[in-house]
């Protein structure tokens, strides 16, 4: 199965700001139903600002989201429009969870301030294909700092776009499969990854 791509809005400025009340009630919500449960896309037309994942149904994403909505923004959004604002996506990652070899590296998302440690570990962790893994300790070392595994599980941590910033490709050594912030927990990272393995084999 080919490698399905497609335009995607320009991300939102890198730089952290605190959001106006305006820029919160701009913000968009698409919940859709997909193969690991239901999801919930959040941003509008300039990126994506969060994806929330493997959620039971879709009152639980509407939960998820005033929870992570209040965290990001230190404000309960009680307006936030529900629509299909990012159909392409979406379908996108519906295809991905039924196992198609899908490419978002095209993706921008608006990511908070970063430093420049955790900006070479994205980076690093993007060229991270499909169907491939890489330990904490490699992925410190192509970001420049061999040693910073543990920060490297941070920044995994705190990852808001997950499948877009693929954290679930990064593993512990030894084979352990590490940590992973989802409501499924780490058998969900172990379906990816299994997913991943045996569509391209």
């Known amino acids: 199965m080919g490698q399905r791509t497609a335009s995607v809005p320009k991300a939102i400025s890198k730089t952290a700001h605190k959001a106006t009340s305006n820029e919160l009630f701009s913000l ?7 193969e690991i449960g239901w999801c919930g896309l959040v ?27 209040k965290e990001d923004y230190n404000d309960s959004i009680k307006n936030l429009d529900e629509l299909n604002w990012f159909p ?18 095209d993706v921008e998302g608006n990511l908070p301030r ?24 490699e992925l410190a070392t192509k970001a420049g700092a061999p040693r910073a ?23 512990a050594s030894g084979g352990k499969l590490g940590g992973f912030s989802s409501p499924q927990g780490t058998s969900l990272k172990q379906h990816l990854l299994t997913l991943e393995s045996e569509t391209i084999q």
């Open 28 to 34: 968009k919500l698409s919940i859709f139903s997909t």
């Open 114 to 137: 970063l430093t420049t440690f955790q900006s070479r570990v994205i980076r690093a962790l993007k060229k991270v294909g499909y169907g491939k893994q890489i330990t904490y300790g």
């Open 149 to 171: 595994a543990r920060a490297v599980g941070t920044v995994m941590s705190t990852n808001r776009i997950p499948i877009i910033i693929p954290c679930h490709r990064v593993v």
């Open 88 to 105: 392409d996506l979406s379908e996108r990652l519906q295809d991905y969870y039924q196992g198609a070899v899908v490419d978002f590296q």
């Open 43 to 69: 941003g509008n037309s300039e990126g994506v600002e969060r994806l929330l994942m493997g959620h039971h149904s879709a009152a639980d994403v509407r939960q998820a989201v005033k929870q992570v909505c």
